[in-house]
């Protein structure tokens, strides 16, 4: 099969939210009691169920009324075992806003700066074939503009990643660097900064730079700063852990494309997606990080400014997208898609409503009636994203 780049990139990281704004038998929805607010999601939930064929669906929305949880469909199609809100899952690009927020705050406390060059921390990594990491800003690889080339695009990456080979390679071991240096054999697909480009290896080498500035590996400081401060019982950095922490749903995919039947993946080297999309969560705890952050409990007013500004090329903000829906809601956020997952995190600017959601298949494209079912009380058209 062809690996085009918008494939590679959904499988080990998604697009950000502008993007997800697009484009066995299911069990009987199972919800807190939320009255009518959540209706139309849950509704939409099932209608997602049908229509793309999915084994289930999970996700929590809170909003000034309270927390409010829902599970449909399976989440084993041997057993027939239900979803349930609690499980773990692999989260994704839903990294990328973790990682966004170290580096963030790193900046706040002097320690860098987001125009600082990838070079000076990173000193002859991005060189060669083109590539001139003396040119590229930690801020441009924050928002895409960098210009280097995602590692994924690269063809005996894409092998690993894909059918047949992925079963037999889904337990190998990667490090950032390696990865990085498979994507720098490459030349960079624009100038920085004269383009934008959704590029994995941009959060792989922002996971490296706060692993040089700190000294300690970029998981370290998300669970530091972000997860215990939190409260994040449910979320981790694994690693090289291939398993995940129960409760949890068995992973289904038909490795894009190369598969005519569903097979379990549930098990996986999450080394592959790195700072760019390994980390493992639930919906209840995504929303509290969304919520946390928008209130400015992770980062000061400058730099959860820096964050949400819209950049060049229609970028997007710091390691979230945003996007407006038909009712005129803006909603910033991102989606993640890895090996058997795909997440959709959205929460408007002030941090008061906020969505996490989950299938345990990676052939969930069409998030967008979701998003409008809960901001706007109905599945719907979207807006102009920004």
Known sequence: MTHSSRTVRRTVGAVAVAAALTAGAAAPAAAAPGGPA??????????SLRTSALPGMIATAVDEKGSWSTATGVADTTTGQPRSPRERFRIGSVTKPFVATVVLQLQAEGRLDLDDTVERWLPGLV??????????????????????????????????LFAPAFLTRRYDTYSL?????IAVAHPPVFAPGTSHRYSNTNYLLAGM?????????????????IIRPLGLTGTSVP?????????????YSTLFGGSATPLDVTELNPSMAGSAGEIVSTTADLTRFLSALMRGRLLPPAELAEMTTPGPHGSGGLGLGSGTLSCGVTVWGHDGGIHGSSTLALTTRDGRHVLALNANADWFRDKLPLAEAEFCGRPGQPGRPS
């Open 177 to 181: 660097e390696q990865l990085v240096r």
């Open 38 to 47: 959540h209706a139309a999601t849950g509704a939409a939930m099932e209608q």
């Open 239 to 251: 690693g090289t852990t291939t398993g995940l922490p129960r409760p949890h749903a068995r992973g």
């Open 209 to 225: 730079v706060i692993e040089r500035v700190t000294g300690r590996p970029y998981g370290e400081e998300v669970e530091r700063r």
């Open 127 to 160: 060189s060669g074939n083109g590539n001139d990491g003396s040119a590229i800003t930690v801020r441009q690889l924050l928002n895409h503009t960098s210009g280097v080339f995602d590692y994924g695009d690269d063809p005996g990456m894409g092998a690993a």
